[in-house]
């Protein structure tokens, strides 16, 4: 039998041949220990330390076993006893970007995105349920029948999400977002995720102060995508940003990090985004950054847009650029204030300068699809003007998606705006020298606008 089955029957039933279960092994390491000595110690010191003792341990009581069944086994102790068990390695594996527990006995991970089940799982449900109490404890919640959803991070900044019977039918799920690898814009354009053209004008876009959307679905990259987007603000501008779970990763020296927090266990404290939107905009910020846009914090982004607050960053969960408007409309109707329709589009009108929309191909590539630019001004329908996409072309045999991107020339007045700002227009991009627009790359269809969406 291998050692992980063994330890699993250890674990399912205490006093085997083998000798005792993980579980009891934690408990005597716990027992050897000067907790108060370990509490001291940074984490590296206090794996180290621990592995000495459960080595000792094992050398005095425990069963005989091969040099790697040894390892492990002192591995997986201490893992129980420091961190999340089982899922240690998984956590420690830089190419996992997800981890989903479905019930104790299914485990999938996400690679290069793609998703795949491993052969690994939990010795039981008490198990998985110990390694989640973990998790919720350090943010003061718990989860139980009468609190069957929760949303938490780990320290390292894994954002968390848990549910629980009765809710979920296959048992506790657990899933696990690894923190994003800060990239820069020159990395995304070598893993093809946009063109050298595209990344030109984006940073002229951001170093202009043009208010940008990011879209696309779960799993795209929006995060990482933002990420790299802002590496073109000034060094020297004074930076908010807003969140949800606190995954960027800027570079700049002046930046304020907020992040909202749920209610507590008796169901009061929170605070949403949309009250960190608000305060944030009496820090004197020179750019707001809000990590995504989901609720009724929508108007007040887009008002923070329209009153000097240019340059703005956001992302928001949509299938593309044209319902990325719409998305926009139904979030800003979500306030309590009662907002005629006609005042939500000129909101978005004067607001949204430019919308980037992401997608995640069949085999796990990230890039942009589509950029857009709002033409349309106040008491006008909404109107945009698609100005890059990603042409994709038949999938092979090999399932690896292949394209190009094309692109169309800017429109007069956002050429002029860029000028205004001492950008250059990257020369894939410039419009006809006679200052009128040149033909399409994307054909002569007008540009869509609410009636004909």
């Known amino acids: 039998m291998g050692l992980k089955k063994r330890l699993d029957s250890a674990d399912e039933s205490t006093g085997t041949a083998g000798g005792a279960s993980v579980a009891q092994w934690r408990q005597r390491l716990l027992e050897e220990v000067n907790l108060d000595d370990l509490a001291k110690l940074d984490l590296p010191q206090r794996r180290a330390r621990l592995e000495k003792v459960v080595g000792h341990l094992l050398t005095r009581e425990g069963p005989v076993l091969s040099t790697r069944e040894r390892t492990m086994l002192i591995r997986r102790i201490v893992d129980e006893a420091l961190g999340l068990g089982v899922l240690e390695p998984l956590l420690a594996d830089p190419t996992v970007t997800e981890i989903m527990v479905n019930g104790p006995n299914s485990v999938y991970v996400e690679r290069a995105g793609r998703v795949s089940r491993i052969d690994l799982g939990f010795a039981s449900e008490g198990q998985l349920y110990q390694t989640i109490d973990r998790i919720v404890a350090q943010v003061n919640r718990r989860v139980d029948e009468s609190s069957p959803m929760v949303d938490a991070r780990l320290p390292t900044g894994e954002r968390v999400n848990v549910i629980v019977p009765p809710l979920s039918l296959v048992g506790p799920v657990l899933t696990i977002r690894r923190f994003p690898r800060a990239y820069r814009m020159d990395e995304l354009v070598a893993l093809g995720s946009l063109d050298e053209a595209t990344a030109l004008l984006l940073g002229a876009f951001v170093r202009a102060r043009l208010n940008v959307v990011i879209t696309g679905g779960t799993g795209t990259g929006k995060t990482t995508f933002l990420n790299a987007l802002s590496g073109f603000i000034p060094n020297f501008e004074r930076i908010i940003t807003i969140e949800d779970s606190a995954e960027l990763q800027l570079q700049q020296e002046h930046i304020v990090r907020l992040e909202s927090r749920p209610a507590n266990i008796e169901g009061e404290g929170a605070i949403a985004i949309r009250d960190l939107v608000r305060n944030a905009l009496r820090m004197r910020p020179d750019r707001v950054i809000v990590g995504e846009v989901r609720g009724a914090e929508t108007l007040d982004m887009l008002q923070a847009m329209n009153t000097g607050h240019d340059g703005s960053l956001v992302t928001v969960h949509a299938n593309s650029t044209e319902d990325a408007i719409y998305r926009l409309e139904t979030l800003a109707a979500m306030s309590e204030v009662k907002i005629p329709y ?48 990603f042409d994709q072309e038949p999938v092979g045999l090999d399932r690896v998606v292949r394209g190009r991107f094309v692109r169309a020339p800017l429109p007069r007045e956002l050429v002029t705006r860029l000028t205004h700002a001492g950008e250059a227009v990257p020369a894939a991009f410039a419009a006809a020298e006679n200052g009128t627009a040149a033909p399409s790359a994307f054909g002569t269809a007008p540009a869509a606008t609410r009636e004909d969406r």
């Open 342 to 389: 006609e005042a939500v589009r000129d909101q978005i009108n004067n607001a949204i300068d430019a919308i980037v929309h992401l997608d995640r191909a069949p085999d796990g590539s990230r890039r942009i699809t589509e950029i857009a630019v709002l033409t349309s001004g106040r008491r006008e329908q909404i109107r945009l003007h698609s100005i890059m996409r």
